[in-house]
């Protein structure tokens, strides 16, 4: 045969495997990360359920590998749960009793840190999503919202930072829905915490350290004592001087408080709803009395009806139904 040879298999397109490995990239690509963690009662597993629903229907499967940290077993509702949707569980050991009950969060740190994500939300348990959490994560910052109220007093804050040996710190953020006081910036509400990854490893170990120097401070904190958590990742963002921005309030917005209170704040969205214990029987959030407000819980409350259906929902709602 003379002249060119001819080409075997397919002909393929011009830059075709260049358009294929560009894709194998973009899949491999470290995702980000929605953890909570849930404890034992009955209230948290349908607080797990309300939390999955809303994943879903946000969009946030498809930004982040969802994951549910469980104290200890977890039930088989729950799993089921969690399988039908698409979540990671992990079993998961109580930090401690009492008041270090509160810090459970902090167990679901190893888990994470180990999922080779490229950041990470950490959220309460008790959180709707609106719209998909990943508008929160930046590649720099840490970010968290402010407290709703100056919880603890500067005093007590600037005290605990004598303690522990950390410089003297200016209190000059405004909390939500207390404008006549100040707090520290970065003494946040631990709704969500977003973070790089490489920020979590950094601020573990000492939110962990200083998390438990806190609760030892029985005196100083008193009532407040179940902060510790928050007030120990305030202290490990000091010791490590990472980056940090505020969340704006429509990412982890409260809906516990008395309706007055939303009367001094602008609602125009909510993208995250943090309702705390609001809910009824059935499930449902609570509504707060505030018409604006209330139009956004109406919406989450719809999204949760279309869910109703599952044998999930149905088993979780008569556990929790029968423990009030």
């Not at 229907?57 to 399988?83: T, W």
């Not at 709704?191 to 950094?202: Q, S, T, V």
């Not at 120097?213 to 007030?231: F, V």
């Amino acid at each position: 045969m003379t002249g060119k040879r001819q080409k075997r298999g397919l002909d393929l397109p011009k830059n075709f495997w260049s358009k294929i490995f560009g894709l194998r990239s973009k899949r491999t690509k470290p995702r980000a990360v929605l953890s909570c963690v849930v404890d034992q009662h009955p209230k948290f597993l349908i607080q797990a359920w309300i939390w999955l629903v809303s994943a879903k229907s946000s969009g946030a499967f498809k930004d982040c590998d969802v994951v549910i940290h469980h104290v200890g077993d977890a039930p088989d509702v729950l799993r089921k749960a969690a399988a039908r949707f698409g979540a990671r569980l992990y079993e998961v050991e109580l930090f401690g009793e009492g008041a270090a009950r509160y810090c459970n969060k902090l167990q679901s740190h190893g888990p994470v840190l180990s999922s080779g994500g490229s950041g990470v939300l950490l959220t309460d348990v008790d959180l709707f999503f609106l719209e998909s959490p990943i508008a929160c994560l930046d590649s720099y910052y840490v970010q968290s919202k402010v407290v709703d109220h100056a919880n603890p007093s500067s005093e007590t804050l600037s005290t605990l930072a004598q303690i522990l040996n950390l410089p003297v710190q200016k209190f000059e953020a405004v909390p939500t829905f207390r404008p006549d006081s100040r707090t520290h910036k970065m003494n946040c509400n631990g709704g969500l915490y977003a973070l790089p990854m490489a920020c979590l490893e950094a601020l573990a170990p000492y939110w962990r350290e200083y998390s438990n120097q806190c609760l030892a401070e029985t005196g100083l904190l008193g009532k407040r004592l179940h902060h510790s958590d928050q007030i120990g990742f305030l202290m490990s963002m000091i010791k490590t001087e990472l980056p940090f921005r505020e969340l704006d309030i429509r990412y982890n917005f409260p809906t516990h408080l008395e309706s007055s209170e939303y009367d001094s704040i602008q609602v125009d969205d909510i993208s995250i709803i943090h309702y705390h214990d609001k809910i009824c029987s059935r499930g449902r959030l609570i509504e707060t009395g505030h018409a604006g407000i209330d139009t956004f819980i109406n919406r989450a409350n719809h999204i949760l009806k279309r869910y109703e259906h599952h044998p999930e929902y149905k088993e979780i709602q008569s556990i929790y139904a029968a423990s009030l």
